[in-house]
């Protein structure tokens, strides 16, 4: 409370008759997280990390349901600044869902990400879609299921919310809003092109989805690549890292994190029982898994060393990329 008091302080300051300071100093760097929710009964929600800029504000993913929308809006509210950017770190929809919404209010507002979407919205989105319709066909969709499914179609079929106005091709150093930042693009990680956020100003790193806290969402991850961008944020000099779902971590906490995946990986390459990888990752990652999750973050574990980290036509399809199916 005290910094966005400071911050509107700033912003009062700034409308007065002096000369405009460099625009550099004119804002509070420091990052604020709007942590992503994921009740049991629904898809999580991504964090959102709002970067104030001279131009306005940076939002970093904007979520899946309107209830997280409203605490973006919200923000933008009481510091008074429009959202002038939005940067989506991959093409989820528990990180872009809200794209739409926020540019309702703010159609000015750019999308920087990469293009990796495209392939999603041949490959991967149409899938998912004949998933819901049947769900939903078959009656047996719970009224939060529906409401997802309906939230998600809504975002697929509106391309003109998702795909970039600002596509990021490379990893360098972006001007967003005015503000300085280095964009990291990472292929074939939690999806074809991942994109990361180093802030130098902060010490910060943006991870997106490369670091989940609970367990990595494998769903359209490529292990090996996955792996290899895990290595460049740790080459970066860091003094905290927010993830894409969870808790900011320190750089200590995130070499925890690294060495309980990079566990993971090599226990799904080995001959090892599923099982013991599925318990290897829930005694490495402890800390990370909120009390009483346990059990259904041990159903994800399953799922993922099955269906994608043991399977040749999972690598086939995430390390290379997405097409029509
Ligand atoms: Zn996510």
């Known amino acids: 409370m005290e910094r966005t008091l400071a911050v509107i302080a700033t912003l009062v300051a700034c409308r007065g008759s002096q000369p405009a300071a460099p625009a550099h100093t004119a804002y509070d760097p ?14 999580p929600d991504g964090n959102s990390v709002v970067l104030r800029a001279p131009r306005g504000l940076i939002v970093v993913d904007t979520g899946r349901h309107p209830a997280h929308q409203d605490k973006l809006l919200a923000f933008a ?40 979407v495209e392939g999603a919205l041949v490959g991967f989105f149409p899938n998912g879609r004949a998933q819901g319709d049947a769900l939903i066909a078959s009656g047996k969709a ?16 509106d391309t003109r919310n998702l795909l970039p106005t600002r596509p990021i091709a490379r990893t360098g150093a972006v001007d967003i809003a005015g503000r300085p930042l280095e964009l990291h693009v990472a292929p074939f990680a939690a999806t074809e092109a991942d994109l990361w956020i180093y802030d130098a100003a902060t010490q910060t790193v943006i ?65 090892a029982d599923g099982a013991t990888c599925v318990a290897g990752w829930r005694t490495g990652a402890a800390g990370f898994i909120p009390a009483g999750d346990e059990a259904r973050i041990d159903e994800y574990t399953t799922y993922y060393v099955t269906e994608i980290l043991r399977s040749p036509a999972a690598h086939e399809r995430f390390c290379h990329p997405l097409r029509a199916e």
């Not at 420091?30 to 898809?43: L, N």
């Not at 944020?233 to 890292?241: D, S």
């Open 30 to 43: 420091m990052p604020t997280v709007i942590a992503g929710a994921f009740p049991p009964d629904r898809g």
């Open 142 to 157: 719970t009224p939060q299921q529906i409401e997802d499914i309906r939230l998600g179609r809504a975002a697929v079929d």
């Open 207 to 271: 991870a997106g989805d490369l670091v989940v806290a609970e367990v990595p969402f494998f769903d359209s991850g490529c292990p090996q690549g996955w792996r290899a961008a895990l290595g460049e944020i740790a080459a970066t000099p860091f003094v905290r890292l927010i993830p894409g779902h969870g808790e900011p971590m320190t750089r200590d906490a995130f070499a925890r994190w690294r060495a309980a995946f990079d566990a993971l990986l090599d226990c799904a390459a080995s001959t």
């Open 77 to 116: 509210h009481a510091v008074g600044a429009p959202i002038a950017a939005i940067v989506n770190t991959h093409w989820h929809l528990d990180h872009t869902g809200g794209n739409a919404r926020l540019r309702a209010v703010y159609p000015g507002a750019e999308i920087v990400a990469t293009r990796a």
